[in-house]
């Protein structure tokens, strides 16, 4: 209940983050790089690579920095952010930001597992509902720098999760909000949510 408590409040903008600074059309001059996993407007050419299109700015400079730092450990990404300055990130991050999401498609299996823990989490394990955070269609809540899951291939959400679950991603903060919610859930019941999330419209 705390953690929910929390995420409500982040999401009322209680918390008074700064504004993002990013320029896309100079960040647009600075993804070349990118473009080889992720796509030119950053819709990933594969479901092992996230899409960055239309992910929140906020949120996309944390985790371009996390990598950076190594606060968040991707090897896929080794090298490839060291030569950033703080405005680079800004800016590839505005320019992702300002380009269209894609859409995915939930199986039809996943359905009611996923969208029962999505909408209402499972109170006898202490699960809060992904909606308290990642809002009910998906598409998250910048301010509080939590990304939009909305279209993200199954795949990917489904490897966050078991990294979240296993202690093989960290940079959710000292709340443990993701480590703490992951690690009650099955491999059924990631599986099941990450395709119900994928379909968010």
Same mark, same amino acid.
């Given at each position: ?6 995420? =409500? =409040? ?48 906020? #949120? =996309? ?13 991707? %090897? ?5 952010? *060291? ?7 800004? *800016?590839?991050?505005?320019? #992702? ?20 823990? #999505? ?27 939590? %990304? ?5 291939? %199954?795949? #990917?959400?489904?490897?966050? =999760? ?5 202690? *093989?991603?960290?940079? *959710?903060?000292?709340? @443990?909000?993701? @480590? ?20 968010? @419209?």
């Amino acid at each position: 209940m705390k953690r929910i408590i929390v995420c =409500l =409040l982040v999401g009322l903008g209680w918390a008074g983050f700064a504004a993002a600074e990013g320029d896309a059309a100079a960040g647009k001059g600075k993804v070349a790089l990118c473009t080889a996993c992720h796509g030119p407007t950053g819709v990933s050419i594969a479901p092992n690579f996230p899409h960055l299109a239309g992910q929140g700015e906020r #949120y =996309l400079t944390k985790q371009i920095t996390d990598i950076k730092s190594g606060a968040r450990p991707v %090897p896929e990404m080794i090298g490839m952010t *060291d030569n950033l300055s703080e405005q680079d990130i800004e *800016d590839i991050a505005a320019f #992702y930001a300002s380009q269209t999401a894609p859409t995915g498609q939930a199986t039809e299996s996943s359905i009611e597992i996923g969208q029962k823990l #999505y909408r209402g989490g499972d109170i006898d394990k202490g699960i809060a509902a992904c909606t308290a955070c990642h809002s009910p269609t998906g598409k998250g809540n910048d301010l509080a720098k939590f %990304p939009m899951l909305a279209g993200q291939s %199954p795949e #990917y959400l489904a490897k966050q =999760l078991r990294d979240f679950r296993e202690g *093989d991603r960290v940079n *959710d903060g000292d709340s @443990r909000i993701m @480590r703490d919610t992951a690690e009650k859930l099955s491999n059924k019941q990631i599986d099941a949510l990450a395709s119900y999330i994928s379909g968010l @419209r």
